[in-house]
């Protein structure tokens, strides 16, 4: 090729050239070629030079597949170990490498076989050292998981759930067209399932944290007076009890409704929580609030309870917080709120007072007695206001409700349960008059 000028025609060189390496005569198609002393011919002389060496280094890809023996042989001779060439293919590169460079090519050294290190096993207490340091780090190492004084710390923390049933499993089809005592026979006899020891209670409570948003919250308190409910339950007759009443409280699911108030005070809530924080910062000793979920008392447990929060503090100890926060008098304060007749709070000589007739304060009482607490703050919460109430325990407020609730959970709530015999009687005297008028036909044909 042309030096620096690809686009011309390569040139033609041409040596005339004995085997024993002797030119006897060149000539090229360049200027200098003329002269036969060209650099055109000195490459071409180089090349010849290193393919005579290489002739005999060709490396295994170079080679036929002379693995695979011609179809005339029989038989493989056996050869003499020192005379087989065991050279891999890279070393045989290299040596090809070392020929083209003019380098000397060493031959490669005899192979043994690698010497192994033989290291004593450790001794008892080398591996004892050994276990505690690694038990030191922060890691937990497989290995202390077998042995015996470092395996109790890998215990599973998991423990065995409990498997708890909703009051709503008690139903039973069969009572459904069976009188009244027929079915309460069946509900005294049922009532012991609707009991739940303490280790139970414990497991609702935390698996119901998310309240509202969790399913089995409302399985939960299927069947049992709530807190909210309990004012409702104390005001009705339980020979005749009140529809809306025994709906609330043995379907939760289905009676749940969204309002405008509902959506504000869920809304605001958190930021009514931060304001009681706050305000009670430095007041208590180590005070606390944490969130919690459907409480069921051993003791009674046919009534629970779902506090907004449970406060614990050195000074004061356990309590509850139940919040408020009104939507019809989100821009108002607090006392500018007490003066609507229909609002809960009251005031008298210049306090704020939660008014006793009022169901909050029912609900408030239940909530202290259900989950065992010493007080209950009951905050009430606006754009404008905030004000905490402590209340006390009402020990001749909470035992009438109890023993109204006992009633009303024998009478009215498992007969609902378990033969639905308030809804499904409402719903046989309920239909429409067509309806009625037609199952009289009926009646009649088939007579």
Same mark, same amino acid.
């Given at each position: ?9 390569? #040139? ?53 597949? =002379? ?14 170990? %020192?005379?087989?060439? =065991? ?8 040596? !090809? ?31 004892? /050292?050994?276990?505690?340091? #690694? ?23 998991? /423990? ?7 009051? #709503?499993?008690? &139903? ?13 026979? %069946?509900?005294?006899?049922?009532? @012991? ?18 309240? %509202? ?37 043995? =379907? ?21 929580? @931060? ?17 919690? *979920? ?22 004061? *100890? ?20 007490? !003066? ?9 000589? *210049? @306090? ?8 909050? =304060?029912? /609900?408030?009482?239940?909530?202290? +007695? ?18 905490? !109430? ?8 909470? &035992?009438?409700? #109890?023993?109204?609730?006992?009633? +009303?959970?024998?009478?009215?709530? !498992? ?33």
């Amino acid at each position: 090729m042309h030096s620096q000028r690809l686009s011309e025609a390569p #040139l033609k060189a041409w040596v005339i050239i004995s085997s024993t390496g002797e030119v006897s005569s060149a000539h090229c198609t360049c200027m200098a070629g003329v002269a036969e002393t060209c650099t055109h011919v000195g490459a071409l002389l180089f090349k010849v030079e290193a393919t005579v060496r290489c002739r005999e280094m060709r490396t295994v890809t170079d080679k036929p597949a =002379y693995w695979i023996l011609p179809s005339n042989v029989n038989k493989v001779h056996s050869e003499v170990g %020192h005379q087989i060439d =065991y050279t891999s293919a890279s070393a045989t590169r290299k040596s !090809l490498n070392c020929l083209l460079n003019a380098e000397t090519v060493s031959r490669p050294g005899w192979r043994t076989c690698a010497r192994k290190l033989t290291t004593p096993p450790p001794t008892h207490s080398e591996l004892s /050292q050994f276990y505690a340091d #690694l038990h030191k780090t922060d890691g937990k190492s497989a290995i202390l998981s077998v042995l015996p004084q470092y395996c109790e710390e890998f215990k599973d923390p998991v /423990q065995p759930v409990t498997n708890i049933q909703s009051l #709503l499993c008690l &139903r039973d089809t069969s009572l459904d067209e069976c009188d009244f005592t027929i079915v309460e026979q %069946h509900c005294q006899a049922k009532k @012991k399932q609707a009991y739940v020891s303490e280790q139970p209670a414990e497991q609702i409570e935390k698996t119901t944290h998310t309240q %509202h948003k969790s399913s089995f919250w409302f399985a939960a308190r299927a069947g049992r007076i709530t807190a909210s409910n309990m004012h409702a339950v104390y005001a009705t007759d339980v020979r005749s009890p009140a529809l809306s009443t025994i709906k609330k409280i043995c =379907y939760p699911q289905d009676s749940k409704c969204i309002t405008a108030d509902l959506t504000w005070g869920t809304t605001h809530e958190e930021d009514a929580r @931060k304001a009681y924080i706050q305000k009670n910062k430095g007041q208590h000793d180590n005070h606390h609030v944490s969130a919690c *979920g459907f409480f069921i008392n051993p003791t009674f447990p046919e009534i629970g309870a779902s506090p907004d929060g449970v406060v614990t503090c050195t000074c004061c *100890g356990k309590g509850c917080v139940e919040i408020k926060c009104p939507s019809k008098h989100k821009t108002n304060t607090i006392p500018e709120a007490c !003066l609507a007749k229909d609002f809960y709070l009251e005031l008298v000589d *210049g @306090k704020v007072q939660l008014k006793q007739s009022h169901q909050y =304060y029912t /609900q408030v009482q239940t909530q202290i +007695f259900v989950t065992n607490s010493n007080y209950c703050d009951f905050v009430v919460w606006t754009l404008k206001d905030c004000v905490i !109430l402590r209340i006390d325990p009402n020990p001749e407020f909470w &035992r009438a409700r #109890l023993q109204k609730a006992q009633q +009303f959970f024998i009478a009215v709530s !498992l007969p609902e349960i378990i033969a639905q015999h308030f809804t499904k009687k409402v719903s046989r005297t309920s239909l429409p008059l067509g309806e009625i008028q037609q199952n009289n036909v009926r009646k009649t044909s088939n007579r």
